[in-house]
T-cell receptor, first 113, second 113 residues
Framework: QQQVKQSPQSLIVQKGGISIINCAYENTAFDYFPWYQQFPGKGPALLIAIRPDVSEKKEGRFTISFNKSAKQFSLHIMDSQPGDSATYFCAASSGAGSYQLTFGKGTKLSVIP | DAGITQSPRHKVTETGTPVTLRCHQT?????MYWYRQDPGHGLRLIHYSYGVKDTDKGEVSDGYSVSRSKTEDFLLTLESATSSQTSVYFCAISGGRFTDTQYFGPGTRLTVL
């Protein structure tokens, strides 16, 4: 199974709150899990990524939590700001071969003042 | 931004006409990818290249062909465009120290009437 399932489809959070987006995967060969942020009319931009040798990675207000046994990973955005309003995609790839990414279907985040 | 350009950025064409989209990179990365993005589907891989003249199919390759005659250029061709190929097309590249990290171009919006 190559699928990556992402939830929720949309999310509304108050300014200053925590935004949480979840992803689950089936393919145990996946060994790289990036998150992308996309603004309207722009290409996806790499936000943060994690590999299975760690359970958490933090960069500024953005944190990835990774649960290898459950085959799940999540993005937490602390102190969410209106400028964080965008669509977020999780993805996964296997180091064997082409490094092609399998994407979740995206979460549209709206941060309201 | 990673050194990726896509041309054209917008195109409107008629059903049955051939269309070629160009991706150009200045990073000298080995891997190049073409994705399409459609509402509710996220990003799906069309074709990818792992070197000059080395290409392979992705998840949604039917109706598309690719060519890579130089490291810096990756062309996506729709031999006979159909309305179902109306989409936003993104090129991505990876290589260098972290081969699995992909960087995306700005996209081409293609409308097939």
């Amino acid at each position: 199974q190559q699928q990556v399932k992402q939830s929720p489809q949309s999310l509304i959070v108050q300014k200053g709150g925590i935004s949480i987006i979840n992803c689950a995967y089936e393919n145990t060969a996946f060994d790289y899990f990036p998150w992308y942020q996309q603004f309207p009319g722009k290409g996806p931009a790499l936000l943060i990524a994690i590999r299975p040798d760690v359970s958490e990675k933090k960069e500024g207000r953005f944190t990835i939590s990774f649960n290898k046994s459950a085959k799940q990973f999540s993005l937490h955005i602390m102190d969410s700001q209106p400028g964080d309003s965008a669509t977020y995609f999780c993805a996964a790839s296997s180091g064997a071969g082409s490094y092609q990414l399998t994407f979740g279907k995206g979460t549209k985040l709206s941060v309201i003042p | 931004d990673a050194g990726i350009t896509q041309s054209p950025r917008h195109k409107v064409t008629e059903t049955g006409t051939p269309v070629t989209l160009r991706c150009h990179q200045t990073e000298n990365h080995r891997y190049m990818y073409w994705y399409r993005q459609d509402p509710g589907h996220g990003l799906r891989l069309i074709h990818y290249s792992y070197g000059v003249k080395d290409t392979d199919k992705g998840e949604v390759s039917d109706g598309y062909s690719v060519s890579r005659s130089k490291t810096e250029d990756f062309l996506l061709t729709l031999e006979s465009a159909t309305s179902s190929q109306t989409s936003v097309y993104f090129c991505a590249i990876s290589g260098g120290r972290f081969t699995d990290t992909q960087y995306f171009g700005p996209g081409t919006r293609l409308t097939v009437l």
